[in-house]
């Protein structure tokens, strides 16, 4: 009975092990992890812009447009 309890524990210890080798590390400051979160920030900000063109007045849009092609002449 001992051993049928050990042997439990074991082979339940030893899928356990497995499956934390199997890719489920904690990402950490590694070059692709600051290019990921960099990424991240970028696309953020550009939804920000795009919610903000989808959610203003045509008016002000167009005002801030105008005002953009008046600072080029």
Known sequence: MVVLIVLI???????????????????????????LRGEVTRLNERIAVLERLATDPAKRLSDQIDALDDNRK
Do not use: F
């Not at 080798?21 to 590694?30: L, Q, T």
């Open 9 to 35: 524990v074991t082979i339940g210890r030893t899928y356990r092990e497995r499956y934390k080798a199997m890719g489920r590390e904690p990402v950490g400051d590694s070059d692709e992890a600051l290019r």
